[in-house]
């Protein structure tokens, strides 16, 4: 097909298809009037059967918990994924083994003749990612720690944790980036989190209760909204921030990997 | 205006659509994929409104106020972790492909096909 | 037991994140790796086996997280087990177990990573199976989807498997957003994901545009997985380039299961609200043919290996689904066991096949043409298990089809099944003659079609002196499993309780009230009992008809490897070659033309719906 000709059966197709989901839309309750019941049963219960007041983090973690056990997972394929896909190959081996020496050592003379380089970062980003990387880690923690009580939880929590590291990247340079998140921890951090909440859940069954049952104490029935008044909300919750956090920097670092490193390029360097 | 957002996820839906059908750059599809993915937020955020509902938080509000609907918010949020997921996983495909084919283009790389 | 619910998903999962966490450790054990990959697929097969004993007598729901359903409103999760949800996830743990020991120190380059994905994609197909909630469905079919893309792009040193996968990704996604936006339009309706109160919802109230465009948009990424005419286009793409134990897997059960999904979401939730029963059987049946005819063409002319299994398993796939859109008990039971039986000879020849690019390093049937003699023992099991895939009695294949043929009665289905059962396993065999036993001559070359097949490099890299005995075990086993899934079925009590099954499956009502509670509506049996049992049989024709198929599909082979030697078609081009243009024109590789080809497919499967509806009030 040629482009155009594509672009006509297409345009035929589309106008059909909208036509039709149109006629769905027609029968959706007017905007504003969802009637329920799930949302409201839920809402009418989360406080009493949970303690936490924060509904949505709730049904993530507790109400449709094995959905998020299956999404973390979705998350680990990915990553898992990648680091296949963007692994070192045997055509690469020859570059990366001429690149790598001044990659790894800062010291060394830059390569670089009349190939493309990196800006040098200046000295305000630098600043600003430093002094900015304590207050972040502050708070991905704090979101990653408080999914029962605010519109918060584990994957906020753990994107602002990534961040973080990120942040250091931005104020030092690559290989600072790589010293504190080597990708073996990383990885292992990721499957730590991903498999610690599966496992969470699994604990429930010796008791004879069902999976991901919520078994830890819940906290005094009358003050919800606790950091522990949850009881395994806050736990999965942590689990699902470590795990998110370290998916990120992997993902990221594997793309930074790749166009600092393996392709021939010379190294971002702040000097 | 009743179906107002609804007709924005299917305008949303639409264009993802014709930029998939329209790409000549791998990134661009990537893009258009994300669009596409994008007008599923706003479908489902959109069926759970209820009109002066407040947001599903009880910290700091006492009896059961009229909220709108937490159930497709925790189904967006695990939709944008799906699509963070499958996003990273198709970039790196990409850088792949650029390496192999020196291309991004998929009228190129189809005359490789498998 | 209820405890088995959870563990088959959360067993691979653990030790997938298990095997990622000790990544490094594992890097220079690699037969521990492999054991433990290997426990865990058949640990999940073994507790599979006992849920669907235990299904078999009595079905069962699950809720997660103890929330069950209050005053008809489902909280939480469930799941929900029935003999054919996990008779197919106990089928795909089986072929997994099979890949899983077949790959044993297969690939020597990368540490677990392939081992996690594997079973990952394992766990994202018992949850699929079991999921009796549509958003669950839809996280687990994205799981299974996740691991199978980054699969498929196993070896990204070559072109082909970064374009398969590319193109395998996109068109998936596109379709499982559609299915994520149909899930958004029922919802907004009936305010429920639980299958069973979506069902309850919808009953009565006359069938709205709104339940006809959530059913199409929800069962659209099920039709692109289950590889439908015209959502099929990335399957040859994705099939060829994945490496052989994955291929296992994609042929064997994941094309299966979107046929699952749609059947489960028919039957568990929009059958009985959409109505009309006798149009939308005669649309699954033409979307059926018309997959099975296209992809039958498409195998017969294709010189690639794997690509031509992977279209024959297009064509399987449409007469799945003809057997499943007959809407019968008994279409449905031997649609059951056809895709039982046919896992089974599948996954056989593509693990053959795996072995043949181990010792010859070639899947290019022009150039293997003959070279296969040096392989007896796997030739012989790659001919025995085509001669399954043609339905030779008493394979399972042959009794599954039997059935669809004897539930949908004498007339053109009888005809299409037989013509594409002969121009598919036909070619198949033209494979195992050719190759193995260098019969005839060695088909023509496309220079094309060479060249993709020429690209193909080996998976492995040593040892190909000898086949080891860990790779011709597994496709030996399963063409055995074949036979006695076959013999077994013959038998009239299991025959029987397939088709008590299929009643089960296709009872809305009873679902409804095994899942939700309540009574067994009036002229049902009680929540969760089987139906009594029902007669499916062999009968005499079906034998004659099989026997008359595996005939023919000899024939094909025959004529294919023995044309040129034949006084009138001497001077011909050979079979298929005009086709081959057109075919290039449409099978084209360029993902825009497959996202094309799909907006108009389910446009026009749109417009369908709406006429049927709305001529029908």
């Not at chain 2, 990134?27 to 599903?56: D, E, F, K, N």
């Not at chain 3, 690939?107 to 999921?131: D, N």
């Not at chain 3, 059960?253 to 009309?276: D, K, N, P, T």
Request: overall charge neutral.
């Amino acid at each position: 097909m040629t482009p155009g000709q594509r672009r006509w059966l297409f345009l035929v197709g589309v106008a059909g298809l909208v036509a039709f989901l149109g006629w769905g839309i027609a029968g959706l309750p007017a905007f504003g009037s969802y009637p329920g019941p799930y949302g409201p049963a839920i809402t009418a219960r989360v406080v009493q059967q949970t303690n936490a007041t924060g509904v949505v983090s709730a049904i993530n973690f507790e109400y449709r918990g094995f959905d998020t056990v299956g999404e973390e997972f979705i998350l680990v394929a990915a990553v898992a994924g990648m680091s296949v896909v963007l692994r070192r190959l045997r055509g690469e081996r020859a570059d990366a083994a001429r690149d790598d020496p001044s990659d790894l050592d800062p010291s060394a003379t830059d390569p670089s003749g009349g190939r493309r380089r990196v800006p040098v970062t200046s000295g305000a980003v630098r600043m600003a990612a430093l002094a900015l990387t304590g207050p972040t880690v502050l708070a991905g923690w704090w979101l990653a720690t408080h999914a029962q009580t605010s519109p918060s939880g584990g994957f906020q929590g753990g994107v602002l944790l990534a961040t973080a590291f990120f942040l250091v990247y931005l104020s030092g340079e690559f290989i600072a980036f790589r010293r504190l998140s080597p990708v073996d921890v990383v990885d292992a951090a990721e499957a730590i989190g991903a498999g610690g909440f599966a496992a969470v859940g699994v604990a429930a069954l010796p008791l004879g209760l069902p999976y991901l049952d919520n078994y830890l104490p819940l906290g005094s029935p009358g003050s919800p909204g606790a950091v522990t008044s949850s009881g395994t909300i806050a736990v999965i919750s942590l689990l699902v921030g470590v795990a998110v956090a370290a998916a990120f920097i992997q993902l990221i670092g594997e793309f930074l990997e790749q166009t600092l490193l393996i392709q021939r390029r010379p190294p971002a360097r702040g000097h | 205006m009743a179906c107002f957002p609804f007709a924005v996820a299917a305008w949303i839906l639409a264009c993802g659509l014709y930029g998939l059908v329209t790409s000549r750059d791998l990134i661009r599809t990537i893009i258009c994929l994300i669009v596409v993915q994008s007008s599923t937020y706003v479908m489902l955020v959109a069926v759970g409104y209820v009109t002066g509902g407040i947001a599903p938080y009880f910290s700091d509000v006492a009896g059961h106020p009229k909220t709108v609907d937490p159930v497709v918010q925790a189904l967006a949020l695990t939709d944008v972790v799906v699509e963070a997921a499958v996003t990273a996983l198709l970039a790196s495909f990409a850088i792949q492909a650029h390496k192999r084919f020196g291309t991004l283009d998929p009228h190129d790389l189809a005359e490789f096909k498998g | 037991m209820p405890a088995l619910f959870p563990l088959v998903v959360v067993v691979p999962l653990l030790t997938a994140a298990a095997l990622l966490a000790a990544r490094p450790l594992l890097a220079r054990r690699r037969a521990l790796l492999d054991l433990v990959a290997v426990a865990a697929a058949a640990s999940v097969a073994v507790m599979l086996g006992f849920l669907l004993a235990a299904a078999i007598r009595h079905d069962s729901v699950y809720w997660f997280a103890g929330f069950r359903p209050a005053g008809g409103v489902a909280l939480g999760i469930d799941f929900v087990a029935d003999p054919f949800a996990c008779g197919l996830a106990l089928v795909g743990a089986v072929l997994m177990t099979a890949a899983m020991v077949f790959s044993w120190r297969y690939f020597e380059r990368v540490g677990s990573y392939f081992h996690a994905l594997m079973l990952v994609f394992l766990a994202g197909l018992t949850g699929f199976c079991l999921a009796g909630d549509v958003f669950d469905l839809f996280v687990w079919f994205e799981l299974m989807g996740v691991a199978a893309y980054a699969l498929t792009a196993y070896r990204p040193e070559e072109r082909g498997p970064i374009q398969g996968a590319l193109t395998f990704a996109i068109t998936n996604s596109v379709g499982a957003y559609f299915t994520l936006t149909g899930i958004a339009l029922i919802y907004g309706r009936t305010g429920a994901l639980n299958m069973a109160q979506i069902a309850r919802s919808l009953d009565g109230r006359p069938p709205g545009g709104l339940v006809v465009v959530a059913f199409l948009f929800i069962i659209t990424g099920l039709l692109v997985k289950a590889a439908v005419v015209p959502f099929h286009f990335w399957l040859a793409d994705a099939h060829a380039v994945a490496p052989t134990p994955v291929c296992v897997l994609f042929s064997g059960v994941m094309v299966e299961l979107g046929l699952y999904g749609i059947a489960r979401v028919y039957w568990s939730v929009f059958g009985a609200a959409i109505g009309q029963r006798g149009a939308i059987s005669d649309v699954f049946l033409f979307l059926g043919a018309l997959t099975a005819i296209t992809g039958a063409l498409f195998c017969l002319r294709e010189r690639h290996l794997k690509r031509l299994l992977a279209f024959s398993t297009i064509s399987h796939a449409g007469m799945f689904l003809a057997g499943f859109g007959l809407l019968t008990p008994l279409g449905l039971a031997g649609a059951a066991l056809y895709v039982a039986g046919h896992a089974m000879v599948k996954a056989a020849l593509f693990l053959c096949a795996g072995i043949t690019l181990h010792r010859l390093h070639s899947v290019n049937e022009t150039w293997l043409h003959g070279r296969g003699r040096r392989l007896p023992v796997t030739g012989a099991v790659f001919t025995l298990a085509a001669l399954g895939l043609a339905g030779l009695p008493p394979f399972a294949t042959f009794l599954g089809k039997g059935w669809i043929e004897d539930s949908a009665g004498p007339g053109w289905l009888d005809v299409m099944f037989t013509l594409c059962s002969m121009l598919a396993a036909g070619a198949v065999l033209r494979v195992a003659g050719g190759v193995f036993y260098g019969l005839g001559d060695p088909p023509a070359e496309d220079p094309q079609m060479a060249a993709e097949a020429n690209e193909e490099e080996g998976e492995t890299e040593s040892g190909r002196r000898r086949t080891p005995l860990t790779m011709i075990v597994p496709p030996a086993v399963l063409v055995a499993g074949g036979l006695a899934l076959g013999c077994l079925a013959l038998v009239p009590r299991v025959g029987a309780a397939f088709e008590a099954a299929a009643l089960r499956f296709e009872d809305q009502a009873a679902y409804g009230a095994l899942v939700l509670g309540g009574p067994a509506p009036p002229g049902h049996p009680a929540p969760g009992v089987p139906y009594p049992p029902a007669a499916a049989d062999v009968t005499l024709t079906s034998v004659v008809i099989a026997l008359i198929t595996v005939a023919g599909a000899l024939a094909v082979a025959g004529a294919a490897l023995y044309w040129r030697r034949l006084p009138l078609l001497r001077r011909g081009r050979g079979p298929g070659a005009g086709l081959t243009v057109v075919i290039r024109r449409f099978q084209s590789g360029v993902v825009n033309d497959y996202i094309t080809w799909l907006v108009l497919g389910l446009a026009a499967l749109g417009g369908v719906l709406t006429v049927i509806i709305s001529r029908h009030p």
